[in-house]
């Protein structure tokens, strides 16, 4: 009776990732505002409460390889008081003239977390 033997090979796939990339894409101001308009648009371009613009900035960990546990505190304290600097009408919201100034803003305090706080990204890949 013949044997069959099934070899399996794993590759694993690791990426570093930290502030660098994003500190590459504010010094593009262009492609940075087009960006940041995009979003703007596809988070419905209406303005956004203190909530709507949280829930934004958490949903940024996702779209930059940060686990979804993983928390960032300077951040996070930080968040109103980076809210408020960019509602310089101080009407509540962000609007789609103030929000590329909190994208900023935040994306410069990731890139600083990131930078001292380097994420490893593990991916495995099978070949059978």
């Given at each position: 009776?013949p044997?069959?033997?099934?070899?399996?090979i794993g590759?694993?796939?690791?990426?570093?990732?930290d502030?660098?990339?994003?500190?590459?894409?504010?010094?593009?101001?262009?492609?940075?505002?087009a960006?940041?308009?995009e979003?703007?648009?596809?988070?419905?371009g209406?303005?956004?409460?203190?909530?709507?613009?949280?829930?934004?900035?958490?949903?940024?960990?996702s779209?930059?390889?940060?686990?979804a546990?993983q928390?960032?505190?300077?951040?996070?304290?930080?968040?109103?008081?980076?809210f408020?600097a960019?509602?310089?009408?101080?009407?509540?919201v962000?609007?789609a003239?103030?929000?590329?100034?909190l994208?900023r803003?935040?994306?410069?305090?990731?890139?600083?977390y990131?930078?001292?706080?380097?994420?490893?990204?593990?991916?495995?890949?099978?070949?059978?």
């Open positions: 009776r044997v069959t033997w099934t070899h399996m590759v694993r796939k690791v990426a570093v990732c502030g660098k990339r994003i500190t590459n894409f504010l010094a593009d101001t262009e492609r940075f505002e960006s940041a308009r979003f703007y648009a596809a988070l419905g209406q303005s956004l409460d203190r909530e709507a613009a949280l829930h934004c900035v958490l949903s940024l960990r779209e930059l390889g940060l686990p546990s928390e960032i505190p300077k951040l996070t304290q930080h968040f109103h008081t980076l408020e960019a509602d310089s009408d101080r009407n509540g962000i609007d003239d103030e929000f590329p100034r994208l803003e935040i994306l410069e305090g990731l890139a600083i990131m930078d001292e706080n380097p994420v490893i990204v593990d991916q495995v890949s099978m070949i059978v």
